[in-house]
Nanobody, 117 residues
Framework: QVQLVESGGGLVQPGGSLRLSCTAS????????MGWYRQVPGKQRDLVAT???????NYADSMKGRFTISRNKTKNTVYLQMNSLQVEDTAVYYC???????????WGQGTQVTVSS
């Protein structure tokens, strides 16, 4: 089992920035990919960005240039720096931990990001 604890969501004005954090604990020593997804009510959960244990990143097209994912392996923590936030970025953001070998996903509880003036 893997436990994920997220933090950093909140309310921000358009054009502002937020940083999300997600710390993993438990059985985290298998090869894994960590990432962020987001979901708005009534829609599917969409990829934001992922990062492998080796530091290889992947972004959804609409996030490129605005969002940056990073990882601190010592702290077992993944970060999502979000800049130039837009109203359309409003969603619940979920941290994901994928065990590559077994294609098993673990999810955080979600953190609300609201972009509004």
């Amino acid at each position: 089992q893997v436990q994920l604890v997220e933090s950093g969501g909140g309310l921000v004005q358009p054009g502002g920035s937020l940083r999300l954090s997600c710390t993993a604990s438990g059985n985290i020593f298998m090869t894994n990919v960590m990432g962020w997804y987001r979901q708005v009510p009534g829609k599917q959960r969409d990829l934001v960005a992922t990062i492998t244990s080796g530091g290889i990143t992947n972004y959804a097209d609409s996030m490129k240039g605005r969002f940056t994912i990073s990882r601190n392996k010592t702290k077992n923590t993944v970060y999502l720096q979000m800049n130039s936030l837009q109203v359309e970025d409003t969603a619940v953001y979920y941290c994901n931990f994928r065990v590559v070998t077994f294609s098993v996903d673990y999810w955080g509880q979600g953190t609300q990001v609201t972009v509004s003036s």
